[in-house]
């Protein structure tokens, strides 16, 4: 792009042409005032405190609104400029009540800044009365306050809402003397278009929209800002933690614009839902059973325990009786001590998390076709992307903020968008196309599309020729896969199929994206491999705005799996079967380690029930929820000789165990998270743990050392640094070159600067590999007892299994209870209306939960969101495991509902 050289006050700027003059201030350091604007949105120009002088021009300019030219001369500040912008303050002022020595934002008011700074007087035009306003929209909100007194019109909360989140849930209302922010026909905001992110709150610059939650608990001025990481999807969005030091409290999150990965975009968990972090049911102290009731014991009694027990079942057994469950949650350092500890202070590769239930096919399928198990780009390159193919994820819910990189693409940017899902998903409406296939037939719908991309010789054949091997078994595979043969299995017409096919092949860089819907069937990595199968076939892979790209659903899933938290591999994906890569583990951590691979999550249940594994430690997991089949799993936990949950809460995993250790939150530790495009990013603590709380690894540590084995670190940053010199994807990264960005793997020496796109000219593997997969049927298909299809999934306002989100006030208003989608016909035939008891039964138990009716679900399916203890949806899930992957087959089972009967 051309390149721009205009002088501002006196000082020589060069910008990209298209730069605005107020965008070239700031890129030397030059403060124009401003209230309504912002980076993220088209600017306006309606405060009009930008005004600036450009030389020949006669008048002021807004800066925000107008293009650099070459040559310009402007000067942003002089006794003019001033007195203008002190009238217009003033003007604000006259509308707005000055309550600045009461405003939780004083001190951090754009507002009260330039008023002091132009030395405005509040009382020139009038003082500001209170207004009798109509109904506040956001009175009843436990998220929300706003209070139309301190609204200066600004617009920055009403744009944000249609041109950032683009849900048009505010708008302005009312006369033109009498005019504020409410919503549509000024309906309560929880039930508005309204997703709760708060990027409202965030954008507003004078305290007319605040947090509820955060007033009076401490001015902006006075509290403590610590940069981390989020804590619950895997976005990894960079949060401010806003502390009272004095009361030890997190009272706001916030989020800085311009940093990475969400430029200070959150949803409504990231900024709303905190609460956990200080409350009153947080574990402080170490609980041992006795007489089957748990009690508080001190830690010294509670390790040595731990450490008798599992070091008496190992004598007796051997160490393969053991097993034990780490946690995306957790840090990046803690999975690593947890995995060390298993492997060589226990002796077993008995080690898994809860990646297993969501992206193991993930890791199983990219591996085998492109080298390498992680997301291939990132995500900032979505929005550029040509098409974008959504398949299996329910974005706008579950990862709210990378979505807003796809609506950016497809809503601004004119990239075309297909969403490949069994429901009606919000990003439908920003799609060109969707289509519905029936739940488990993706591989039908992809095969179809193949078949369409090599029939109308859409594929790339020179990237095929150079960078791929396995073609012609593929082509064979797909050739007989027409799209009508796909409508019979899919549901889908066939001209869907070739429309998605032309739309994905035809644009000039297209981007996959997917996540759990793809992955949770015993056909995952058959999945998983259909996608990779269909983005080297049109050459969108190695290539920015194209690629591959699973989103994690927690935290540190990927992190997690990179240290090696799983059965098959030490950090790094190094095999525990390659006699080599064990060598050299022995050698660092100074113990022979077990040669054959241990245990997934499944499997350990299932060797619980036969009697093979004795004890298991779990560290902040939680299977008597998470897990498919709970009967089998709950019956598991309960028969297990030895139980140790190791966790912030007392979860209902917690209630079966023998030791409860409690372990410090997110917000009370140092590490760091990687996050789902491969970014690690650091963790810090901003608040004080309570009670007796202790970090994760510092208690792996301790039960180590009861174990013979000696683990002695100083911090998170010394692990940091081991696990760097023996896991190679991490080798450059330390907490000093990630203090303000974080760094992307491979990263494999401290010159690196980090990996934007993974198979840039070359894959991991050498060449990429088409892998020629046939559609099977799921493992459980409708029959006449059983004749509902059932998924499972996600909602925007919940988290895994609601140990977390379900202590907010935010989210239990808008979320209190679960549900099961039915579509209205269904509900006709059944007699059932929205809001009615219904029961639904599958093969392994039944629930009771509310009936949810709606078009958003095709006729003959279900949806269940599976957070909810009452009611629990993995009562009814299948523990069928995929082959490779042994991932559980949560997204389909057959099941039936039927109305409860009310007694009186």
Known sequence: ?????????????????????????????????????????APIGMC????????????????????????????????????????????????????????DKEGSCKLQDYAYRYQADEGRFGLAERRTSRRNYASNSEAIMY?????????LCVKYCAEVEMNEALTFGGLVNEMEVTTAFGIDLEESSCDLCGGCVEVCPSGAMMERSAVGRGRQKELTKTRTTCPYCGVGCQIDLNVNRKTNEIVRVSSEVGCIPNDGNLCVKGKFVMEFVGHEKRLRTP????????????????????????????????????????????????????QKFMRAAVGTNNVDHCARLCHASTVAGLARAFGSGAMTNSIEELKNAGCIF???????????????????????????????????????????????????????????????????????????????EGFDELADAVKDFTPEMAEKITTVAAEKIREAARMYA????????????????????????????????????????????????????????????????????????????????????????????????????????????????????NPALSDPNLNRTRAALE????????????????????????????????????????????????????????????IICEVAGELGYTMAYEGAGQIMDEMASVCPIYGGISFERIDSVGLQW?????????????????????????????????????????????????????????????KSRVVNQVSPTGYVEIHPADAESLEIVDGDSIEVVSRRGKVTTKAKVTCRIEKGWLFMPFHFCEGPANMLTIDALDPLAKIPEYKVCAAAIRKVKMTS
Not at 297 to 326: K, N, P
Not at 442 to 456: F, G, H, P, Q, T
Not at 570 to 588: H, I, L, T
Request: aromatic residues 6%; hydrophobic residues 40%.
């Open 390 to 468: 959504v398949i299996g994820s329910n974005t706008t819910e579950a990862h709210p903020v990378m979505a807003l990189y796809i609506k950016e693409a497809a809503v601004k940017n004119g990239a075309k968008l297909i969403v490949a899902d069994p429901r009606a998903i919000d990003l439908v409406r920003f799609a060109g196309l969707h289509v519905a296939q029936k739940p488990g037939t993706d591989v039908a719908l992809i095969n179809a599309m193949m078949n369409v991309i090599i029939e109308e010789k859409l594929l790339d054949s020179e990237f095929i020729d150079a960078r791929t």
């Open 147 to 155: 209070d139309p007194d301190k609204c200066i019109l600004c617009g």
């Open 287 to 338: 609980l041992i059973k006795r007489n089957g009731r748990l009690e508080q014991a001190t830690w010294e009694e509670a390790i040595t325990l731990v450490g008798e027990r599992l070091g008496r079942i190992r004598a007796e057994f051997g160490a393969d009786a053991i097993a034990g469950l780490s946690s995306a949650k957790c840090t990046n350092e803690e999975n690593y001590v947890f």
């Open 639 to 698: 028969k297990v000789d030895f139980l140790v949950s190791q966790d912030i809460f007392l979860t209902e995993s917690g209630e079966y165990a023998d030791v409860v250790l409690p372990s410090v939150c997110f917000a009370e530790k140092d590490g760091t998270f990687t996050n789902t495009e491969r970014r690690v990013q650091r963790v810090r603590k901003a608040v004080e743990p309570p009670g007796g709380a202790r970090n994760d690894w510092e």
């Open 746 to 806: 491979p990263c494999p020496d401290k010159d690196h600067p980090g990996t934007k796109y993974l198979h840039k000219g070359r894959f991991t593997r050498g060449k990429g590999k088409f892998n020629a997969v046939k559609f099977k049927d799921p493992a459980e298909v409708p029959d006449d007892d059983y004749p509902f299809v059932l998924s499972t999934g996600r909602q925007l306002y919940q988290f895994h299994t609601g140990t977390l989100t379900r």
């Open 48 to 103: 009009r405190l930008c005004v600036v002088q450009i030389e020949s021009r006669a008048g002021l300019t807004t800066s925000c609104n107008t293009p650099v030219e070459e040559g310009m001369n402007v000067c942003t500040e002089n006794e003019e400029i001033a007195a203008i912008r002190k009238t217009i303050l003033e003007l604000i002022l006259s509308e707005h009540r000055v309550a600045c020595t009461s405003c």
């Open 1 to 41: 792009m051309k390149e721009i050289c205009l002088t501002i006050d006196g000082r020589e700027v060069k910008v990209r042409e298209g730069t605005t003059i107020l965008e070239a201030a700031k890129s030397v350091a030059v403060d124009i005032p401003n209230l309504c604007y912002d980076p993220r949105m």
């Open 506 to 621: 035809g644009a000039a860089t297209a981007s996959i994206v997917y996540s759990m819907g793809i992955t949770q069937h015993t056909t995952g990595t058959d999945n998983v491999l259909s996608l990779a199968n269909l983005a080297m076939l049109t050459g969108n892979v190695g290539a920015e705005s194209t690629g591959v790209n699973p989103l994690r659903g927690q935290n540190n899933v990927q992190g997690a799996c990179d240290l090696g938290a799983l059965p098959n591999v030490y950090p790094g994906y190094q095999s525990v079967e390659d006699a080599a890569v064990r060598a050299k583990f022995e050698k660092a951590w100074g113990k022979e380690l077990p040669a054959k691979n241990g245990l997934t999550i499944v499997e350990m249940m299932h060797a619980i029930e036969q009697g093979s594994v004795k004890a298991l430690y779990m560290m902040g997991e």
